[in-house]
C-alpha cells in the first residue's frame, strides 16, 4: 500500500499563490511555523534512523520512504515561509537517537495525535473561505500523505507486536506507555514555552480551538471541532485498503470526550 499510493509532487514545483494582506497577515501570524518545520525534519531523522535497524526490507523500504516523505514536507514548508517571508528562529541540529525504537515511537505516536487535529483544522481553514483555493490544493497532498503515513504506523506497531515473543512484547507495551505518558508531559511543556515566548493566545491549552478561531470567520465550539476532526479522520481513511488497520486512539478519546460534552450541556 505505501510504495503503491506513493505521490510524486515536487516541492521545487509547487505553485505559491499571491495572498491579499489579510490572508497573508493571518498565515504569517500563525504561531506554527517554527515547530511544523523542525517537527518534520526531527521525524525524518527518527523514522530514518529507525528504519536502519529493521530487518525485513519491504518493511525497511516502506519506513525508508516515509522518512524522504517527511523531508519532502519539510522543503514545502521551507518554499512556502521563502515565498510570504515568514521569518523563523535558526533550526538547531536534530540529535541522532540514542533509542531509535523510543524515537520512532514518539514520532509515531505524535503524528497520529498531530495529524488527527491537522485534519479538522484544515476543513476548517478550506471552508472558511479565508484563504485561496489554490493554497489549500497545495497543502491537500501533504495532508493525506499524513493520513498515509499514521496509516503505515498503525499497521507497522500491530506487525512489530505480532512478531514479538511474549516477552518481549511486554517490554514493549511499557515502552507505549512510557511514550504516551511522555507525549502528555511534552505537549503540556509545549504549552507552557508558546507562552514563555510572548505568544498572545490567551490559553495555550486549547491551541487547537484558537487555532481553528484564526482559520475561520465563523464560531467554532469545541465540539463541533471535535466532531469536524472525526469525519474528516473517517473520510481521509475511507479509501485505503479495508484490511489495513487504522489509528483508533484519538478518535475512540475524541468520540469518548465528546460524549462527556454533550453530556454536560444536556444537563
Ligand atoms: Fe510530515
Ligand atoms: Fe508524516
Redesign the pocket.
Known amino acids: 500500500m505505501f510504495q503503491a499510493t506513493f505521490n510524486p509532487y515536487r516541492p521545487s514545483a509547487l505553485a505559491w499563490p499571491k495572498l491579499d494582506a489579510s490572508s497573508l497577515q493571518r498565515i504569517t501570524s500563525l504561531p506554527i511555523w517554527d515547530i511544523a518545520v523542525q517537527t518534520?525534519g526531527k521525524?525524518r531523522l527518527r523514522m530514518a534512523a529507525y528504519a536502519r535497524t529493521v530487518a525485513d526490507a519491504d518493511m525497511r523500504r516502506a519506513l525508508a520512504l516515509n522518512a524522504w516523505?517527511?523531508n519532502r514536507?519539510k522543503e514545502v514548508l521551507s518554499k512556502m515561509i521563502q515565498a510570504y517571508g515568514i521569518a523563523l528562529v535558526k533550526d538547531a541540529p536534530y540529535p541522532y537517537p540514542k533509542d531509535a525504537e523510543w524515537a520512532y515511537l514518539v514520532t509515531g505516536y505524535s503524528e497520529c495525535v498531530d495529524s488527527f487535529f491537522a485534519f479538522g483544522l484544515f476543513k476548517v481553514a478550506n471552508d472558511s473561505g479565508l484563504f485561496p483555493p489554490e493554497l489549500i490544493d497545495t497543502f491537500e497532498p501533504?495532508m493525506q500523505?499524513?493520513c498515509r503515513?499514521i496509516l503505515l504506523f498503525a499497521n507497522w506497531a500491530a506487525w512489530h507486536r505480532a512478531n514479538l515473543s511474549w516477552w518481549k512484547r511486554i517490554g514493549f507495551e511499557l515502552k507505549v506507555f512510557a511514550v504516551w505518558c511522555f507525549l502528555g508531559w511534552e505537549r503540556i511543556g509545549l504549552a507552557r514555552s508558546l507562552d514563555a515566548d510572548g505568544n498572545k493566545q490567551a490559553q495555550d491549552n486549547n491551541f487547537t480551538v484558537h487555532g481553528a478561531q484564526s482559520m475561520t470567520s465563523e464560531a467554532l465550539s469545541l465540539p463541533q471541532l471535535m466532531q469536524l476532526c472525526l469525519s474528516e479522520n473517517d473520510r481521509r481513511f475511507s479509501g485505503y485498503d479495508k484490511r489495513l488497520l487504522r489509528p483508533t486512539i484519538m478518535p475512540t478519546l475524541v468520540r469518548f470526550a465528546l460524549r462527556f460534552m454533550k453530556k454536560k450541556k444536556a444537563a
Request: proline fraction near 0%; aromatic fraction near 0%; charge should be negative.
Open positions: 518534520e521525524a516523505e517527511e514536507h501533504v500523505e499524513e503515513h
